[in-house]
Nanobody
Framework: QVQLAESGGGLVQAGGSVRLSCAAS????????LGWFRQAPGKEREFVAA????????AYRDSVKGRFTISADNAKGTVYLQMNSLRPEDTAVYYC????????????????WGQGTQVTVSS
């Protein structure tokens, strides 16, 4: 089992920044890496970014490239999502998830999920 806990969400103005954290515990050694997803009201959950535990491999959805940065601190068992230049369309509940596979973008390929943290970007 792997437990995930997100933190760092909140309300921010457009153009601002937020850093999300995902603390992992349990059998994290069995996981290849962590990903971040988001879900806006009335929309499907979508892939945002993912990182291997080493931080050597990362992946991003196109709309966040150049604005969001994912990083991993293996010693702390924590993955971060630094979000800059935020837009109102980034408003969503953000979830972290753990996977055994090499940075997939499909929710079906993630085994464990956190409870989510709300990020609201005002215009």
């Amino acid at each position: 089992q792997v437990q995930l806990a997100e933190s760092g969400g909140g309300l921010v103005q457009a153009g601002g920044s937020v850093r999300l954290s995902c603390a992992a515990s349990g059998r994290t050694f069995s996981m290849y890496g962590l990903g971040w997803f988001r879900q806006a009201p009335g929309k499907e959950r979508e892939f945002v970014a993912a990182s291997s535990w080493s931080g050597g491999s990362t992946a991003y959805r196109d709309s966040v490239k150049g604005r969001f940065t994912i990083s991993a601190d293996n010693a702390k068992g924590t993955v971060y999502l630094q979000m800059n230049s935020l837009r109102p369309e980034d408003t969503a509940v953000y979830y972290c998830a753990a996977t055994r596979k090499r940075l997939p973008s499909s929710t079906d390929e993630y085994d464990y999920w956190g409870q989510g943290t709300q990020v609201t970007v005002s215009s």
